[in-house]
C-alpha cells in the first residue's frame, strides 16, 4: 500500500490547488458585486485607489508531536484582548510525531482539526468578551441611570472565520479573518511542496496559502526545513528554501493575471521551524546563552548572516530579536536541553538556537511586534509577530461603477460559473464574471 501511497504525495502536492477546509466554501469564489478585471483596467483603478490599513497576526510553533488536550490554554499566544487583530495567521510544525507511518501513510486531519477548535474557541471568547465589556460602557454612558439588559450585553461585534487551513504531514497551517472581512476574500488557494525523504515526502517542506483581500494578494509560507548542527548543515536549508521557492505554484485564474509563484505576490511572511543555528562552538554558544549576551549570538546566527549576504533570502526582512533562543529545551521545563541530562544521553545536546522565525517580503508591510511566549508544551517556544498591513481597496464610486457595469451583462450569465460566449466583450477577456 505504501508505494501507493508515496506515488500519490509525490504527484498530487505540487501544483496550487484549493484542496482545503474551510469554515465557508462559497467564500473560494468572489461574491456578487465583486469581480475580476484585467491588467489594463486595473491601470485605470490604481488612479482611484484608497489604502486601508490591516492589523495581521502571525505566529509558529513546534509542538513536537504533542496533540492538544482539553486543558492546553492557548489565550496568552493571541493576546486578543488588548491587541485585536483583523487576520491571524498560525503555522504549525509537528503536529503528528514525524515516524514513517505519518510520513509515508495517507494525511489524518483528527489532530488539526483539534488545533482548528482550540484556535477559534480562543479567537472569539476574547472576543465575545470584549463586545460584551464595549456594550456595557456604551449603555453606561448612554443610560447613566437605566439598569442594563444582560442580553443586550451578550451581542458579539465580530467573530473570526476560517478560510484556509491545510495539513501536509506535520505541518499545519490556518487562516481567520473577522467575519465582516470574509465577502471580500478572494482566490483563496494552497500550495505543498515537499522537501524531507527522497527530496519530495512532506516530514519537511512548506505549506504555502494565499488569498487576495481587496485588490492586494497575500501569500504565507509556513515551513520546516532541514535539521541539523554541524558546520555545513545551513546549505541543505538554504537548499530546501530554494525548491520551496521554485516549486510553489498557485493557479493563474481564468485571466492568468494572479500571483503563480510565492514572490509575485503584494505581501510575503515566510515562517516557520527554519532551523538555522548558531555558527558557534557548543559550550561558546551556552556560555553566551547563560550571559543573555543576544548581541554576541545574533553576530553568527546562520539565518541573519543569509538575510544580509545570501543568495536565497537576501532582501527580506526580519524584526529585531528581543528574546532568548526558542529551542532545545528540556520536556516542561525552561532548561536547554543538554544541561538536565548526563551520561549517554549527553551525546544528543543541542545547542540553543533560534529555530522559530518570522521573516516577510515586499512593500507596505509594518512590523509592529516580534516576540516569544513561555508554552512548555514542546521542546520550542511558540514565536509571534504582529503587522500592519497596507491594502489597496476600491473607492465606492468605483465599486458602485463595477457593481453597475456586472448587472448590465447580468441577463447573458446562463448559469453560474458560465458566461455566454457570445458577448464579444468577454471573448476579448476583458473581465471575468462568476457568482
Known sequence: MWPTLVANKIFKKRLGS??????????????LGIVDIDQNSKTILNDHKDTHKYKVFVSTWNVGGIAPDEDLNIDDLFETFNNSCDIYILGFQEIVPLRASNVLGSENNEIS???NSKIREALNKKTHQRGKDAKKQELKKNFPNKKENPAKCCEAPH???????????????????RRDLCPFIRHPSVSCVGCGIM?????????????????????????????????????????????IFSRTSFPRGPLLDLPRTILDHDHVIFLGDLNYRISLPEETTRLLVEKRDWDSLLENDQLIMELMTGNM???????????????????????YYGCCYHGKKAEKRRAPAWCDRIVWYGEGLKQLQYTRIESKLSDHRPVKAMFMAEVMVLPELMKNLQSLFLSERYEQIKTPLEVSTTDDFVNRKRSSFRL
Not at 484549493?18 to 461574491?31: M, Q, R, T, V
Request: aromatic share 14%; charged share 20%.
Open 18 to 31: 484549493s484542496n482545503f477546509i474551510a469554515d465557508f466554501p462559497s467564500y473560494k469564489e468572489p461574491l
Open 313 to 335: 533570502l537576501r532582501g527580506w526582512n526580519e524584526g529585531a530579536i528581543k528574546f532568548g533562543p526558542t529551542y532545545k529545551y528540556c520536556p516542561n521545563s525552561d532548561i
Open 113 to 115: 482539526m483539534k488545533w
Open 199 to 243: 527530496g519530495c515526502l512532506g516530514n519537511k517542506g512548506s505549506v504555502s496559502v494565499r488569498f487576495q483581500l481587496h485588490e492586494t494578494s497575500f501569500c504565507f509560507v509556513c515551513s520546516h526545513l532541514a535539521s541539523g548542527g554541524s558546520e555545513g548543515d545551513e546549505k541543505y536549508r538554504n537548499s530546501n528554501v530554494a525548491e
Open 159 to 177: 467573530d473570526f472565520q476560517c478560510i484556509i487551513s491545510k495539513q501536509m504531514v506535520g505541518l499545519f497551517i490556518s487562516v481567520w479573518i
